[in-house]
């Protein structure tokens, strides 16, 4: 069996000043964990090593992601990060804002004793 799925985040993040995608990824990720909760771990006793941390961001150009800036950024599990074309460009009175886009999702080992309601 393969791993499930516990949470899925989103969340956005921008940059007004300075065109730094990374940045705006990395609010983009804060602003996708502040929404998120995991207290199964607690009540599980499962250790956060056992979670694998998938994000993907979408920026305009992501290229000029530091994708190890970004994985450096999540607090727990394995974190593994991917970018791709998304989010915004915006003009605005001679800069650029960019605007990230990040998916966070959690998952663990299949679990014994008990299971998710369908």
Not at 66 to 90: C, I, S, Y
């Amino acid at each position: 069996m393969s791993e499930q799925r516990v949470i899925i985040e989103m969340g956005m993040g921008n940059d007004l000043h300075g065109m730094d995608y990374t940045k705006a990824a990395g609010r983009a990720i804060d602003d996708a964990l502040r929404h998120s909760s995991l207290p199964l771990f607690g009540v599980l006793d499962l250790p956060h090593a056992d979670m694998r941390v998938q994000v993907t961001i979408g920026v305009q150009d992501p290229d000029r992601l530091d994708l190890d800036a970004l994985r450096a950024r999540l607090p727990r599990g394995r974190a593994e990060v991917r970018a791709v074309f998304g989010g915004l460009n915006v003009p605005a009175n001679g800069e650029t804002i960019v605007i990230a886009q990040a998916s966070v999702e959690a998952f663990v080992p299949p679990q014994t004793g008990w299971r998710l309601k369908r």
